[in-house]
Structure formats: C-alpha cells, structure tokens
C-alpha cells in the first residue's frame, strides 16, 4: 500500500502560478503510476495530467497542456504539479493518486487509481 499527501494549494489571481507537491510513503513509490485530478463544486472529478511509473511518459488534459508540468522524483517518492498562468477554471480541490502498474504508461481515469490524498484547495480568483 502507498499512503498520498498533498500541499501546496492556495488562493492565486488568474495568470499567477502554484506548485503542488505529493508525497508518498509506503511501498516503492516507482512502482505506481501517478495522476493528478480535480474537482470544483457541484462537478464531477476530472483528470488533469498523469506520469508514469518511470516518469519517461506523461499526459495532460487539453484544458492544461501547456499550462501545466508533472514531474516525479522516485527516489523522494514525490511527484509535482507546476501550475502557470492560471485561470478561474482551474479551480477545485486537486487531487494526486496512484495505482501499481506493470507497464510504464500513463493513465487517465479515476477508475484506474487505488490510492488517493486528501486533496489540496486551489483557488484562482479573476
């Protein structure tokens, strides 16, 4: 099992950048592919960027590509969301989770994770 913590949410304007940080404990950390999800008020959780195992591949919504970074460091068992030039939309409790994977892919349901954080708020006022 693998335990997630989230930080680094907050209150940013539109166009101002946040970085968000995961860290897990428990078993091999580069064993699960990870992703990052959101989910504002009254909607649905939605995928936002996800990273493979080795962190060679990684994936993100068309409503953050370009916007927004994932990256993972195995030997901290960490992985980071850097997110620029952020928009009112992009608010929501933000979320990392992970899944033990054999194949070194990146994965975009909510459905495909096992673990979850706690969630971290991020507010982008306009």
């Known amino acids: 099992q693998v335990q997630l913590v989230e930080s680094g949410g907050g209150l940013v304007q539109a166009g101002g950048s946040l970085g968000l940080s995961c860290a897990a404990s428990?078993?091999?950390?580069?064993?699960?592919?990870v992703g990052w999800f959101r989910q504002a008020p009254g909607e649905e959780r939605e995928f936002v960027a996800a990273?493979?195992?080795?962190?060679?591949?990684?994936h993100y919504a068309d409503s953050v590509k370009g916007r927004f970074s994932v990256s993972r460091d195995n030997a901290k068992s960490t992985t980071w969301l850097q997110m620029n030039v952020l928009k009112p939309e992009d608010t929501g409790v933000y979320y990392c989770?992970?899944?033990?994977?054999?194949?070194?892919?990146?994965?975009?349901?909510?459905?495909?994770?096992?673990?979850w954080g706690q969630g971290t708020q991020v507010t982008v006022s306009s």
């Open positions: 990273i493979s195992r080795s962190g060679g591949r990684t």
């Open positions: 989770a992970a899944e033990i994977r054999l194949f070194d892919g990146t994965y975009t349901s909510p459905r495909d994770y096992g673990y």
């Open positions: 428990g078993r091999a950390f580069r064993d699960y592919a």
